[in-house]
């Protein structure tokens, strides 16, 4: 038996809370990395002064992608550790609620570059209201995601927002269907149809939104539509 076999066996097993802990830290770690490197990639790729050919371009697009891909990864993880722990703290102030889908689409937009996707955007006009932004924002980049995720090629992805009295309600509209018989079981922790189509998925995204819209007062659900089209829609308060 080595000494690393001793030392394994004579050490003391973690806690669960240790455990906890020490996976938390990690990913604030992983997270510090993460950003470094999306924000050297963007100086990098948007340097004028460098004309890159096609293979390069397409290695830090690449390389880009990766690091956004496990940028959002790590960020549902840390979500999923503060409502775990009751620690979803919301900052409410006014914002507005176009002006964080944007963001969020830009924050995601090389999936549907990938995929040649295009956005429709229905709003008819600019809809201010009190919520925790950076909150939303995981709520859309997450429901776009995954909207990106099981769609085709080519397909069109629908987006509404509108306010009606004192509820501001969203639509996400895209191509595919829900395989699960409970449709919202999609939003149960580590509920994901990844596996099957071998996706990528960690199976946080959908039921961090469901908690976090919960955490505003609101209410979220998915469905499949006549058309082939799933629809997920959440309402929060104005």
Known sequence: MTTADNALK????????????????????????????????????????????????????????????????????????????????????????????????????????????TLKIFCPSEIFATYDEIEIRRVFVNLLSNASKYSNTNSTIEISIEKEDSIISVEIINDGKIDFKNTDDVFKIYQTESKKR???GSGLGLYISKKIIEAHKGTINAKNSDNQKVIFTFKIPA
């Open 10 to 117: 004579c050490s003391s097993p973690l806690s669960i809370a240790q455990r906890e802990d020490f996976i938390e830290n990690l990913a604030h770690d992983l997270k510090s990395s993460v950003y470094s490197q999306i924000n050297a990639l963007n100086i990098i790729i948007s340097d004028e002064k460098y004309h890159y050919d096609d293979m390069h371009l397409d290695i830090l697009k690449h390389l880009m992608t990766s690091n956004i891909y496990m940028r959002d990864v790590i960020l549902n993880v840390l979500s999923n550790f503060k409502i775990q722990h009751d620690k979803l703290k919301l900052e409410k102030a006014s914002h507005s609620m176009t002006e964080t889908l944007d963001f969020a689409i830009k924050s995601i937009s090389y999936m549907f570059k990938e995929k040649n996707q």
């Open 198 to 200: 071998k996706l990528r």
